[in-house]
């Protein structure tokens, strides 16, 4: 059984790059919340706080809500050379 969060390479670029939280790299895995912390400590690879995790997604929200709004336009009412 392939074990990805043993990698350290991997876990970081789940937790630090990608941003995604312990929970979602766990279920991801198929493993506990609680395992994913363990190696996250074993390979030093520092938490996040909250409030951080908190403000990403909200901001993730907002870029989500911008392209839901873009997708009724069409690819002329886009394009910012119409608008200069």
Not at 74 to 80: K, T
Request: proline share 1%; glycine share 2%.
């Amino acid at each position: 059984m392939h074990k990805p969060y043993r990698n350290k390479e991997w876990l970081r670029q789940k937790y630090e790059v990608e941003c995604l939280s312990i929970r979602e790299i766990a279920r991801l895995c198929g493993v506990s919340h609680n395992l994913i912390w363990k190696y996250l400590q074993r390979f030093n690879i520092k938490r996040r706080k909250l409030k951080d995790y908190t403000n990403l997604k909200k901001q993730e929200r907002k870029v989500e809500d911008i392209l839901e709004e873009l997708k009724g336009f069409d690819e002329d009412e886009l394009n910012i050379d119409n608008l200069l």
